[in-house]
């Protein structure tokens, strides 16, 4: 195969963002390389929990939770693929997972790491400041627990490249229910996040439901298979509200595959645009119910008797067709886009709020976790961001993405909790034969369309996002830009 020429870096503006822009030159295919690795992740001490406005806190785990790392090279790229059972990763964790895979093993380009949260909401927190974490010697502190993860993930990632070795690849894509539109629109206008279809002025569910299952299967050269990725538009929040660690349905999903294809199989789980999509369906309730309770299975079980169905009716039919020499381009971009803009009225019902939360703390000092986060995160966020936009009309915020083109399929990231309309864009304009949409590679802000903002509710009020539908879309442009230079 031709040989690239060194990649080069470009620093640009282009439409009024400031872009860092690592683009290759591109050519034919090459040997792919790939390592693999899986690593335990959980906690060893007591930790607080996030993903619900109330402190929890784990004091022993129900499940382990992992980082699931594949590290991919050729003779004109490399990149490393990432899968971690957490809710989110704030900046300062991405930053300290690249600093401990730097330190241990240089030779590791740690830019072109794609490292993504399956939004699991009894995971660790890892917000910096989070009020009410007990001080003891038997609790984490948010603090040690970024240290702790970071050393542990940075030990699978430089696992996975020490086990680096000549393999193959092949993909494909299956249909079927796993996500569903948790957003319900009634007869005025207004939408309810899981709001009640049971009820006369019920007109419909907001957005659209994204049923793809699509798989990569990792291979080395003798043809045994190393890992699988599996990417679903639904985020792992069945037991969102325990209060014990636990990787949700991700799990069953693992033991399944596993089970089916051998213990050493190393198992990646991607979540699509999805935030607005929920693994609990809003309609058919009883009768999903009860095929639940006649297969024996409890609800995240039944979800991964899904995935694990179709992802093993894909292997089946993708045996014939695995690739040894992929093209393999990695582009890593950080887009400025426009802060999510703040109305007057909007402004005055935040303050207010935050007034009155304030007052409740002074009154009730116990419930100062609670009322913190309302204070400080919920409502005095958009206060800040409304004085911001006063001072500077057009501020922006740094957001992150990776292009992959691996062959003739594609990996696109975002921070967000994106409304799945947006992968729907992405995956409908795509050059690729199979677009893989990963949200949650960063600091997990919902991202709602312009119909879900003019709708109302969590998820789509100001307090929920700091990007807003014009931020949205630009992301969606620039995906696609990137993608058509990956296919010229």
Not at 91 to 102: C, G
Request: hydrophobic content about 40%; overall charge negative; some cysteine.
């Amino acid at each position: 195969m031709k040989k690239c020429s060194p990649s080069v870096v470009v620093r640009t503006v282009c439409s009024g963002w400031l872009i860092c822009l690592l683009i290759p030159t591109l050519s034919g295919g090459a040997e792919l390389q790939v390592g693999t690795a899986s690593v335990d992740i959980t906690p060893n001490k007591a930790v607080a929990l996030w993903g619900q406005f109330g402190l929890r806190l784990s004091t022993k785990p129900d499940t382990p939770l992992t980082a699931n790392v594949v590290a991919l090279r050729s003779a004109d790229a490399q990149t490393t693929l990432v899968s971690l059972d957490l809710l989110q990763l704030p900046e300062v964790v991405v930053q300290a997972i690249r600093d401990a895979v730097a330190k241990k093993d240089a030779s590791i380009d740690v830019q072109h790491m794609v490292l993504t949260a399956t939004h699991t909401h009894t995971a660790p927190v890892l917000r910096l400041g989070t009020p009410g974490i007990p001080v003891n010697d038997q609790t984490m502190t948010v603090e040690e627990t970024i240290d702790y993860l970071a050393d542990k993930i940075s030990d699978g990632v430089v696992a996975a490249w020490k086990s680096i070795a000549p393999g193959k690849m092949s993909y494909g894509l299956d249909r079927n229910s796993i996500g569903f539109s948790r957003r319900v629109v009634y007869a005025n206008g207004s939408a309810q996040m899981y709001g009640n279809t049971n009820r006369a002025d019920f007109v419909h569910l907001e957005g659209m439901d994204d049923d793809d299952v699509g798989s990569i299967f990792f291979y080395d050269q003798q043809d045994k298979l190393l890992a699988i990725a599996v990417n679903v538009a639904c985020p792992a929040q069945v037991v969102e509200g325990q209060s014990s660690i636990n990787a949700d349905f991700w799990l069953p999903v693992r033991d399944n595959l596993k089970a089916r294809y051998g213990e050493e199989v190393v198992v990646l789980g991607w979540g699509a645009a999805a935030g607005d999509i929920s693994p609990r369906p809003l309609l058919h309730k009883a009768a999903n119910a009860r095929m639940r309770s006649l297969r024996g299975l409890n609800e995240m079980q039944e979800l991964a008797r899904r995935i694990d169905l179709s992802v093993s009716q894909t292997f089946d039919a993708v045996q014939q067709e695995k690739i040894a020499d992929p093209t393999l381009r990695h582009v890593a971009v950080t887009l400025q886009l426009p802060l999510n803009k703040i109305s007057e009225t909007q402004y005055q019902q935040a303050l207010a709020e935050y007034n009155k939360v304030m007052e409740q703390l002074d009154k009730d000092p116990a419930s100062a976790p609670r009322v913190a986060f309302m204070a400080r995160d919920w409502h005095h966020g958009v206060v800040k961001r409304y004085e911001q936009l006063q001072k500077e009309p057009d501020a922006t915020y740094p957001v992150e993405i990776h292009v992959v083109r691996l062959g003739d399929l594609v990996i696109c990231s975002n921070p967000f909790e994106l409304f799945c309309e947006y992968g729907i864009r992405i995956k409908a304009r795509s050059k690729a034969t199979q677009t893989f949409i990963l949200q949650m590679s960063g600091f997990g802000s919902y991202l709602p369309t312009e119909r879900a903002q003019a709708s109302g509710s969590y998820s789509a009020i100001p307090q929920s996002n700091v990007i807003g539908p014009e931020g949205g879309q630009m992301l969606v442009d620039r995906t696609v830009e990137i993608i058509d230079e990956l296919w010229k």
